[in-house]
């Protein structure tokens, strides 16, 4: 197998007496879709948010490409080429749809323009609507502000930005919650269409059927702990299900 593009080693989080994490090791591989499962509190946001660089860990260290990364921000992580489908979303409802698009990576006019600083509209808002096209999101137009948006269609948005500026890592945050039958489907497409460029997907869900089509590679979280790794080729969601209650003792794959 190739070499990692991430590995998280030693993960520990803690946050006074709660401890989200314990000595997690985590892989991601290129072209993979991961999945991320667990219950609700089981860790997984906190997971991708510290290799995102939204969390710092309190022990343990994060390698992108073998090389040691401490981002210590999420804009630091997004420059390595790390993008994350936040579970709240992270988008600012008070911007148009293009302007999240290319939110902190505006597009510069080149020459004297440049030197004055005037943003080319006209090429994000082209790109935007390309973007956009690969998620199928009916919108009227990239000009709307996100704050008037259906939860899916702000959902339709971040996944557009994730997939379309994710050059390393694209890391999904219940990408689909939200979304309708058509546009889950549409998102799963799009999943293994970035993975099959060879840039890895994390995929956090609770909708297994969806996890078990979509993943490679199905990682479990369980209090903190990673209890299984799973291929869907040799498994049954229903032993997943008992990964993730606790049920069944650990299964760790080769
Ligand atoms: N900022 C914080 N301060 C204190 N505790 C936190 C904080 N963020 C998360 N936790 C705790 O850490 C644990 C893991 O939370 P996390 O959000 O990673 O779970 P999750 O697996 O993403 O759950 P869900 O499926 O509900 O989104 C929980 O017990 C949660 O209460
Ligand atoms: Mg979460």
Same mark, same amino acid.
């Given at each position: ?6 590995q998280?080693k030693?993960? @520990? ?32 946001? %906190? ?14 260290s994060i390698l992108v490409?073998g090389k040691e990364a401490?981002?210590? %921000? ?21 911007? +148009? ?37 690969? +998620? ?11 704050? &008037? ?81 799973? &291929? ?15 049920? @069944? ?6």
């Amino acid at each position: 197998m190739s070499a990692p593009i991430i590995q998280a080693k030693g993960i @520990s989080k803690r946050w006074g007496s709660v401890h989200a994490l314990h000595e997690v090791d985590f892989n991601v591989y290129p072209g993979e879709v991961v999945g991320l499962v667990g219950d609700n509190g089981a860790g997984k946001s %906190t997971l991708i948010n510290i290799i995102a660089g939204a969390l710092h860990p309190t022990t343990g260290s994060i390698l992108v490409d073998g090389k040691e990364a401490q981002f210590k %921000t999420p804009t630091e992580a997004r420059d390595a080429g790390i993008e994350t489908v936040y579970q709240d979303l992270a988008l600012a409802p008070d911007l +148009t749809i293009w302007a999240n698009l290319f939110l902190g990576r505006e597009i510069v006019k080149g020459g004297l323009f440049k030197w004055i600083g005037w943003l080319d509209r006209k090429a994000m808002i082209e790109r935007s609507v390309q973007d956009l096209e690969r +998620t199928q999101i009916r919108i009227a137009s990239v000009g709307q502000r996100v704050g &008037r948006l259906s939860g899916g269609q702000r959902q339709a948005v971040a996944v557009g930005r994730a997939v379309a500026w994710g050059s390393r890592v694209v890391l999904m945050d219940e990408p689909t919650a939200a979304l309708g039958v058509e546009q889950q489907a549409r998102v799963a497409e799009l999943i293994r269409s970035v993975a099959s460029h060879g840039v890895p997907v994390v995929l956090i869900s609770h909708n297994l059927p969806q996890v078990y089509e979509v993943c490679d590679r199905i990682v479990v979280l369980f209090r903190g702990r990673i209890v299984a790794e799973l &291929r869907p080729r040799d498994t049954s969601i229903d032993q997943i299900v008992s990964y993730i209650t606790g049920s @069944s003792a650990s299964k760790v794959a080769e």
